[in-house]
């Protein structure tokens, strides 16, 4: 952070200081600047806030006398007796900043939503129930085409994710941001753009991630929604026109965003997909040559576009990070050939010693997202076996039986339409029972685990040079376990 104090933090957090402060040391101590933001004790240096969470399984709390060893500032949300009985009687160092306040979340997104306003440049907010991650790479490499990009880093978008990043926006100069906003509960998604405020949004498609919380796909649309609901006419939203969801909205006008405060959309709205009637299309999409390719099509523009990503879906990731890099005004032609050198967190794709190949998609699922994998596994032309590994995917509430089951279906029908899609699916888990069910009447060849190293142990004595795998579930699968075994 630049030009903040712990005065300022004091202000900014509407907090009051606990603690034995003496008189003549207060005012040194309300002057000293405070140059970083950490939620991990780990991480504590000189002149860095440490924001305590209470989480789960752990009160930050309890490293309170341990962090102040380090620095003179700290947001917490106890009272000194709770914070000295949680350590284990550790007694707290005196002249120290222990900011009290009612809530360290709230505390932390209000620094954040105070280092925002002193950034003057675009930022491009993106959210999504799936692909949102990987269009907020996409977008932040090709907009590297021309300017220097802020960006979020890693898994950071969440309710202190973001705020952490945003922190941070300052710290270097910059032309644009690129945050990625995730949401997992009605009204986080206003709790994001208050920090954020983006210029430019985009909403990647709406699938039944986080339902348990959210209830419906209608709910989840208009959580996310709520991306741009802030913006005036100004601003642009971007939605994927091939989403069932999605696809109906048009224009601001329409009555389907309208909020339950009875609010609607401002901003312009700007469709991107494979339909007719999108803004910005992907047409003549093929693989061919080792890359996924397609043409950009917007007004009179025809781009060739060349992927190392699979999937349709991931055409649609890089198509509006074109749109976006267009709107912006860079060059388009240099943008395409950027992609070339697009590599990503996610989707990896790994050939072993054995000449097999992994693609390693375990980052996390849903329905949506495991669908997407199993097509880019049917799309895939191999001299072996193509073998699914498929594991149980969380956060789909009382339905996650019925999701289960929709995407053994999806992969039945699949099959039963091209026998060349799939050789054999391997489950792992309770709740991926339902997915092999489905597809128990077809000749794919079933094989059902309930944990990673038996799976992995069988992987290793059947792989063999051609094969084509690739594994997804949720993260609480730990699927990883099973990659690093087998490549």
């Known amino acids: 952070m630049r030009n903040v104090n712990i005065r300022d933090i004091l202000k900014i957090t509407n907090g009051y200081l606990q603690g034995d402060i003496s008189d003549e040391f207060r005012e040194e101590l309300l002057s000293e600047p405070v140059y970083d933001v950490v939620t991990d004790s780990r991480e504590v240096k000189s002149n860095t806030l440490f924001i305590t969470i209470v989480g789960e399984n752990v009160d930050a709390h309890k490293f309170i006398p341990d962090v102040a060893e380090k620095t003179d500032v700290m947001l917490v949300e106890k009272s000194e007796e709770e914070i000295i009985a949680l350590s284990y009687g550790k007694i707290l160092p005196k002249n120290k900043a222990y900011i009290r306040v009612d809530s360290t979340i709230d505390a932390l997104q209000s620094i954040a939503a105070y280092v925002r ?16 991650t990987t269009t907020r790479e996409m977008i932040t490499h090709t907009l590297e085409s021309e300017l220097s990009v802020f960006h979020t880093k890693g898994n950071m978008n969440s309710q202190i994710g973001v705020p952490l990043t945003v922190s941070h926006i300052l710290d270097e100069t910059s032309d644009c941001a690129v945050l990625e906003m995730g949401i997992s509960e009605s009204g986080g998604m ?35 929604l709520r991306i741009a609901a802030s913006m005036d006419e100004d601003g642009a939203l971007f939605i994927n026109a091939d989403d069932d969801l999605l696809s109906g909205i048009h224009s601001n006008n329409d009555t389907s965003v309208l909020f339950d405060d009875g609010s609607k959309l401002r901003c312009k709205i700007f469709r991107y997909g494979t339909t007719p009637d999108a803004d910005y299309r992907a047409e003549d999409i093929r693989f061919e040559n080792g890359y996924n390719t397609y043409t950009y099509v917007h007004g009179d523009q025809r781009i060739q576009v060349n992927l190392h990503q699979l999937g349709k879906h991931n055409v649609l990731n890089s198509l509006v990070s074109m749109a976006i890099a267009d709107y912006m005004g860079l060059d388009l032609m240099k943008a395409a050939s950027h992609f070339e050198s697009f590599v990503g967190m996610r989707q990896k794709i790994l050939v072993s010693e054995k000449d097999y190949t992994i693609i ?76 092999s069910e489905e597809v128990k009447d077809t000749r794919i060849k079933i094989s059902n685990f309930s944990d990673n190293k038996s799976a992995a142990d069988y992987l290793n004595n059947i792989l063999s040079p051609g094969d084509v795998i690739i594994l997804k579930a949720s993260n609480g699968m730990h699927f990883s376990e099973i990659v690093n075994s087998i490549k």
């Open 117 to 132: 306003k002193s950034y003057d440049k675009k930022i491009v907010g993106v959210t999504g129930s799936v692909g949102k």
């Open 360 to 435: 390693d998609d375990t980052y996390n699922a849903s329905p949506d997202s495991m669908k997407a994998a199993i097509n880019v596994l049917g799309d895939i032309n191999s001299s072996g076996r193509k073998i699914a590994v498929l594991g149980d995917m969380f956060e789909l509430g009382p339905d996650s039986d019925r999701y289960h089951q929709e995407v053994g279906q999806y992969l039945r029908d699949k099959y039963n339409n091209d026998s060349s899609y799939l050789d054999e699916l391997i489950c792992i888990g309770e709740s991926s029972l339902k997915i």
């Open 190 to 224: 206003d709790k994001l753009v208050n920090i954020v405020k983006p210029d430019i949004a985009v909403c990647t498609m709406i699938g039944v991630a986080h339902i348990e919380f959210l209830k419906s796909r209608e709910g989840i649309m208009k959580e996310k």
